[in-house]
T-cell receptor, first 116, second 115 residues
Framework: AQTVTQSQPEMSVQEAETVTLSCTYD???????LFWYKQPPSRQMILVIRQEAYKQQNATENRFSVNFQKAAKSFSLKISDSQLGDTAMYFCAFMPQDGSGSRLTFGEGTQLTVNP | GAVVSQHPSRVICKSGTSVKIECRSL??????MFWYRQFPKKSLMLMATSNEGSKATYEQGVEKDKFLINHASLTLSTLTVTSAHPEDSSFYICSARQGNNSPLHFGNGTRLTVT
């Protein structure tokens, strides 16, 4: 079974600054995907970024980037130039690449608040 | 992009009644849909995996007779909470994917309140 751990229940950052959210995971799988999802107050789950474990290059999406350390089983999210609209709960998630079910395992979440 | 529609967004029902929640993939065929439950300020907890044309697979601890899941077509899955009790009050979210290892797309969720 996989586990995903987010050790920061809450974080805050000033607008325009950079913040990093931590995530570690435990698995015996060799092929898998990692995700960061954002859940704003509307409760809609929004995919922020996705990383394939076999890719060494860290994924980036505009202001969002990850630091993927496979050996350390670490998958942190960096948000640059934080905006007020980034305020949300952020979930790290793991999905094995075995095609058997694509079940996502979520971390407990980090509530990020961007202050003006 | 892929859109998943979940209906209703909010529902209030009385104890003992049943309520049905629909999850539709609007512009793609979803071979698999997932149902989650989320408590306030908590993570999403997978309840069951629904495959079109077959019985749902429930996670340990989830009562299959209480949470009935039907995936009758490639674009629709339903979750029926039977004989609802106040402790069933929660936020329920569905997600859908087109094929193995395809990205998951989430519905907007349903807030169920049982009085």
């Amino acid at each position: 079974a996989q586990t995903v751990t987010q050790s920061q229940p809450e974080m805050s950052v000033q607008e325009a600054e950079t913040v990093t959210l931590s995530c570690t995971y435990d698995t015996s799988e060799s092929n898998y995907y990692l995700f960061w999802y954002k859940q704003p107050p509307s409760r809609q789950m929004i995919l922020v970024i996705r990383q394939e474990a076999y890719k060494q290059q860290n994924a980036t999406e505009n202001r969002f980037s990850v630091n993927f350390q496979k050996a350390a089983k670490s998958f942190s999210l960096k948000i640059s130039d934080s905006q007020l609209g980034d305020t949300a709960m952020y979930f790290c998630a793991f999905m094995p690449q075995d095609g058997s079910g694509s079940r996502l395992t979520f971390g407990e979440g980090t509530q990020l608040t961007v202050n003006p | 992009g892929a859109v998943v529609s979940q209906h209703p967004s909010r529902v209030i029902c009385k104890s003992g009644t049943s309520v049905k929640i629909e999850c539709r993939s609007l512009d793609f065929q979803a071979t698999t849909m997932f149902w989650y439950r989320q408590f306030p300020k908590k993570s999403l907890m997978l309840m069951a995996t629904s495959n079109e044309g077959s019985k749902a697979t429930y996670e340990q601890g989830v009562e299959k007779d209480k949470f009935l899941i039907n995936h009758a077509s490639l674009t629709l899955s339903t979750l029926t909470v039977t004989s609802a009790h106040p402790e069933d009050s929660s936020f329920y979210i569905c997600s859908a994917r087109q094929g193995n290892n395809s990205p998951l797309h989430f519905g907007n969720g349903t807030r169920l309140t049982v009085t």
